[in-house]
């Protein structure tokens, strides 16, 4: 594993405005890095341990509260949980400015909660609004435009009541973000997707 130099976050990419990340319309965060290498992951790009973007913490604060009509941040991977010191100075910043934070994450709640964890995680889990748990697994694959989750191991842990009644985004649901500079980020998961 890459060293990522304290108080800052190595990103994969990231964008504003998604709605198939999470609840309502947010911004979304990718971080660089992960050791579980599913097969038939959304984003394979983002295992390598290298560092991709490097944003100190403070900015990629200013960075997710520039957009006035996202509620809240996503984290998604790659794996948070193993930048999960950084990412709990962001959600806490974030949610000050009453902001919403959920994360994805391949670790089980269990996992998360034991003393074997990633540093940082029991601080991170402390912040969160929502957790979607566990890997991806392709044989257990949901393919259906209404589900919350990716694979039927995957669960849905919603810490914060206000957000009880607001699961309805769909994994199974895939944008397109094309940025100034022409860069084109693909988001969310189409599972049964055949190009003619």
């Known amino acids: 594993m890459i060293e990522i130099p304290a108080g800052y976050v190595n990103l994969m990419g990231r ?24 097969p ?8 390598a341990w290298e560092i991709r973007e490097l944003v100190p913490v403070p900015e990629l604060v200013d960075w997710i509260l520039a957009d006035p009509d996202d509620e809240g941040v996503t984290f998604s991977g790659g794996e948070p949980f193993l930048q999960a010191v950084a990412l709990a100075q962001v959600a806490r910043a974030v949610k000050a400015a009453g902001r919403n934070v959920m994360s994805f994450s391949g670790y089980t709640l269990a996992e998360l909660q034991s003393p074997q964890a990633p540093p940082g995680a029991a ?30 191991n995957q669960r849905v ?5 206000a957000l009880q009644n607001r699961l309805d985004w769909a994994s199974n649901q895939a944008e397109v973000h094309v940025l100034k500079d022409g860069t084109r980020i693909f988001t969310g998961f189409l599972g049964q997707f055949v190009a003619d």
């Open 123 to 152: 601080d991170l889990l402390s912040q969160l609004d929502i957790l979607v748990d566990g890997p991806y697994v392709a044989s257990l694959a949901v393919n259906d435009p209404h589900s919350l989750v990716s694979s039927r």
């Open 40 to 47: 038939g992951c959304f984003n394979p790009q983002s295992w």
């Open 157 to 161: 842990h919603v810490f914060n009541p």
């Open 15 to 38: 964008v504003h405005g998604s709605e198939v990340n999470g609840p309502g319309r947010r911004a979304v965060v990718w971080v660089q890095g992960c050791y579980r290498a599913c």
